[in-house]
């Protein structure tokens, strides 16, 4: 039978799960220690805790670390982990290096329900979700990796997170959310530096907006038209492109905090001078940048990235409109870092 997961309960969680287990309180304090600062993978090798209190965890308890299952790298300095988390079944996370700080891109389900056309996670369908703490292993995963290879200092960690991996964090929001209070408090890791990305599941952002955090929300639209739109994200068709920019309007205007709209550019499909400006007449008045990430290009897939000339095109008709611009670096170009890429290629564990 699989034990429960120490790893995503809070400080005062573990504190209260020592004084049900007849601790003193501080005990919990420093398994939380152990767990989220220290990396430790057993229990037993928490040797301040008293023998007989490790016993009674190890009864029904265990860390809950995943394994590592295959690690690929980009000459970039990225590199993709695919893991095995506590729970079971494949899941991907990115680690990812830019100057002054250590970026993780956490997978927030197994597969994804929305099933966007262009994506090789959708393709590959919906298998659960994950929990917070198979979330918060992912970050500890990748920190521990990035120091192995040299690429974070021995104290160094992981500084920003990216919910962008595979799933829709707005479909697991409760665990999402849990996740994202523990990289808070437990790794220290600033609001401001936490990024959810959603396919625009509006009861999804209109709750986020009513937490009042001040991570940063992405939005990703692919289209100015509600009838392209479908194509490319059939499930999620029952939302209008004006209710998902109304409840971006609400959060903007609930939290203070700017939004970003990623746009995924598809060759033919959604990269013309007509799109663009239906795009900036959608956006206009917002407080908001799009994100253009050029289409990582998927085995199998009709899809293609559009030619260099193409992508400034489009970016030239925003910026002249007044939209502030950024461009998705083509980072892991080379290890099937798009979202699913990996996870398909190694197929269903
Ligand atoms: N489900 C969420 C978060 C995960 S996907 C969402 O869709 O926003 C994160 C981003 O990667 C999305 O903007 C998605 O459109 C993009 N993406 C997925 N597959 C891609 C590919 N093959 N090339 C480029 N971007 C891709
Ligand atoms: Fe799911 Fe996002 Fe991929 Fe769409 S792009 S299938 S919402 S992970």
């Not at 979700?129 to 979330?135: F, P």
């Amino acid at each position: 039978m699989l034990k429960k997961m120490l790893l995503g309960l809070t400080g005062d969680q573990l504190k209260g799960l020592a004084a049900d287990l007849g601790e003193k309180e501080f005990r919990g304090k420093q398994a939380a220690d152990w767990i989220y600062r220290r990396g430790c993978r057993r229990i037993d090798d928490m040797t301040d805790l008293p023998a007989q209190f490790r016993i009674k965890l190890d009864e029904l308890w265990e860390v809950g670390r995943s394994s590592v299952e295959k690690i690929s790298s980009g000459r970039d300095g990225t590199f993709k982990l695919l893991l095995l988390p506590y729970y079971g079944e494949l899941v991907e996370t990115v680690g990812m290096p830019y100057e002054g700080r250590f970026s993780c891109c956490v997978s927030t389900q197994v597969g994804c329900p929305v099933g966007c056309a262009f994506c090789a996670t959708g393709a590959g369908g919906f298998k659960r979700n994950l929990a917070a703490g198979e979330m918060i292993d992912q970050v500890l995963t990748v920190g521990e990796a990035a120091v192995r290879e040299k690429m974070l200092a021995a104290d160094g960690r992981v500084s920003h997170v990216v919910f962008m991996g595979m799933g829709e964090p707005l479909l697991n929001y409760d665990a999402t959310m849990a996740a994202v209070h523990l990289l808070n408090e437990e790794l220290k890791i600033g609001m401001r530096n936490i990024t959810i990305s959603t396919i625009g599941y509006v009861p999804g952002i209109y709750r986020l907006a009513s937490a009042s955090l001040q991570l940063t929300l992405a939005v990703s639209l692919h289209a100015a038209g509600d009838g392209l739109r479908r194509k490319l994200v059939p499930n999620m068709s029952r939302y209008l492109l004006k209710d998902i920019i109304a409840a971006c309007r609400h959060y903007i205007n609930h939290t203070g905090r700017r939004i970003t709209f990623e746009y995924c550019l598809l060759k033919g499909v959604n990269d013309s001078h007509a799109e663009a400006a239906a795009l900036a007449s959608l956006l206009k008045g917002l407080n908001c940048h799009v994100n253009l990430i050029p289409f990582n290009e998927v085995q199998g897939s009709d899809y293609r990235r559009p030619d260099p000339a193409v992508i400034m095109a489009f970016r030239r008709v925003l910026e002249t409109s007044g939209i502030t611009v950024t461009q998705r670096e083509q980072k892991g170009a080379g290890i099937q870092a798009a979202c699913g890429q990996l996870r398909r290629q190694s197929g269903p564990k």
